[in-house]
Nanobody
Framework: QVQLVESGGGSVQAGGSLRLSCEVS????????MGWFRQAPGKEREGVAI????????YYADSVKGRFTISQDNAKNTVYLKMNSLKPEDSAMYYC????????????????????WGQGTQVTVSS
């Protein structure tokens, strides 16, 4: 059983920054997509960013492009989401997820078919 554990959430004022971490117990495939998703109360879950585990190729939702950066430390089995210039509309529960065994990052840009999920970490941005 693969486990994903998120951390780093919290409360910040608009314009502030946070860095989320996702520790992965093990990778089942060398080439996989790790993604960050978020869900605000009453809203559908939204894909935020993805990264390909072997070459670091990344993709972002338009809503966060230029403000968020996804990265990884494969030695630590950890994926990060650095969030800058936070806005109140970024407030949500943030989840880490994995889609195992993909040919390339384009297989993940629809933010679909992610099979392993963490429990989430709350981000609250006040105006």
């Amino acid at each position: 059983q693969v486990q994903l554990v998120e951390s780093g959430g919290g409360s910040v004022q608009a314009g502030g920054s946070l860095r989320l971490s996702c520790e992965v117990s093990r990778y089942t495939h060398r080439r996989s997509c790790m993604g960050w998703f978020r869900q605000a109360p009453g809203k559908e879950r939204e894909g935020v960013a993805i990264i390909l585990t072997d070459d670091g190729g990344s993709y972002y939702a338009d809503s966060v492009k230029g403000r968020f950066t996804i990265s990884q430390d494969n030695a630590k089995n950890t994926v990060y989401l650095k969030m800058n210039s936070l806005k109140p509309e970024d407030s949500a529960m943030y989840y880490c997820a994995a889609r195992w065994g993909v040919p390339d990052v384009t297989w993940c840009t629809a933010f679909a078919d992610f099979g392993s999920w963490g429990q989430g970490t709350q981000v609250t941005v006040s105006s």
